[in-house]
């Protein structure tokens, strides 16, 4: 009964690789993130789409591109891997807007070779 | 920019000992303050929240406090047990700004 689940839990690749992460959830919320995490441990907002619409494009590379095919599905795409895009990744959900406790998935740790 | 600022970084407690961690927020339209546990390998879970119109909360071991004026809030777990030891984050947002902007984390250690 996984709330926020991502896929994969690991994903190790070489630079210049595309490679996808998969999140769903199954709380019924209309918004949906992407946060990094780096390895100083600190979180940063990438995107958040609310009911498919992307809202928040925090400064993010074009290389990165998030994909929501409906409003419980928030894929992130990655063309042209660099060795900085290693980190953990997490996909996050909550009520429409913010403002309500944030749901997080496990994570997805990317590491670049 | 908005900003949240979480101090210590580091925080190690004798087993019982309390623990303190304090934040600072920036926004002040910020009116939902969340905090994190983040053990190892896992995604943050919300641990306790509170809101601007409220200043204190508890929930058994754990309290947060909340100054508006001051843009303070703080995180304030007694009785600490070994299961206590994480990285915390403070996080600060409000309805309609679609992000949570999270301190820097602290991580606690509880010694048995």
């Known amino acids: 009964d996984t709330a926020v689940s991502q896929t994969p839990k690991y994903l190790v690749t070489q630079m210049g690789n595309d490679k996808s992460i998969k999140c769903e959830q199954n709380?019924?919320?209309?918004?949906m993130y992407w946060y990094k995490q780096d390895s100083k441990k600190f979180l940063k907002i990438m995107f958040s789409y609310n009911n498919k619409e992307l809202i928040i494009n925090e400064t993010v590379p074009n290389r990165f591109s998030p994909k929501s095919p409906d409003k419980a599905h928030l894929n992130l795409h990655i063309n042209s891997l660099e060795l900085g895009d290693s980190a953990v990744y997490f996909c996050?959900?909550?009520?429409?807007?913010?403002?309500?406790?944030?749901?997080f998935g496990q994570g997805t740790r990317l590491t670049v070779v | 920019g908005e900003n949240v600022e979480q101090h210590p970084s580091t925080l190690s407690v004798q087993e019982g000992d309390s623990a303190v961690i304090k934040c600072t927020y920036s926004d002040s339209a910020s009116n939902y303050f969340p905090w994190y546990k983040q053990e190892l390998g896992k995604g943050p879970q919300l641990i306790i929240d509170?809101?601007?119109?409220?200043g204190e909360k508890k929930d058994q071991r754990i309290a947060v406090t909340l100054n508006k004026t001051a843009k303070h809030f703080s995180l304030h777990i007694t009785e600490t047990q070994p299961e206590d030891s994480a990285v915390y984050f403070c996080a600060a947002s409000f309805s309609g700004t679609y992000k949570y902007i999270f301190g820097t984390g602290t991580r606690l250690k509880v010694l048995a």
């Open positions: 996050a959900s909550s009520q429409p807007g913010g403002g309500t406790e944030a749901f």
């Open positions: 509170i809101r601007s119109n409220v």
């Open positions: 709380l019924g919320h209309d918004t």
